[in-house]
């Protein structure tokens, strides 16, 4: 899989994607340095964010740098972490856990909805005190699977912002 495909990774959502760069703990801590200036390199030419960490100061099998990768579709931009982990490191590197850098833009109110297994209409306007207030419209049927106050939830912490939900 190329990690430079363009049609998986043009949304607005970024993913912090973690990856063990050396889950057998063979690494050493020169090794694991040229591979973070690896990484840096291929990383920077595909557009794609390393956090800095000092991975020689980690415990092994514990060793995990995060990319920031623009996409929304956790399976794809978890692969494009992989492959740059392997060629960076030259080792079989292991996911780790793929979370999201929040805007609080409706792109991340649509992925909230998404990972909910969700669709909905989201309109927002800007209040009386000056903050945005978030309508969000769901369907009654999916209401009933997942409850409102969890969707809720989410929705406020992602957005940061006042959260309405409407039923249809």
Known sequence: MAFSSADRLTDMRTAVVRVDVDPAGDLTPEQLGDGMSNLRALAGSSGIDVLDVDLAAMPVRRRQVQLLIAGSD?????????????????TIPAAGVVTYVSRGTDDDAQG????????????????????????VTLSKVDLERIPESRIHTALEASLNCEVHIRTV
């Open 112 to 135: 909230v909805l998404a990972r909910f297994g969700l669709a909905g209409d989201i309109e927002r306007v800007p209040g009386d005190e000056g903050f945005d207030v978030v309508y």
């Open 74 to 90: 956790t399976d794809a931009v978890t692969a494009v972490g992989i492959e740059l982990c392997a060629k960076a490191f030259g």
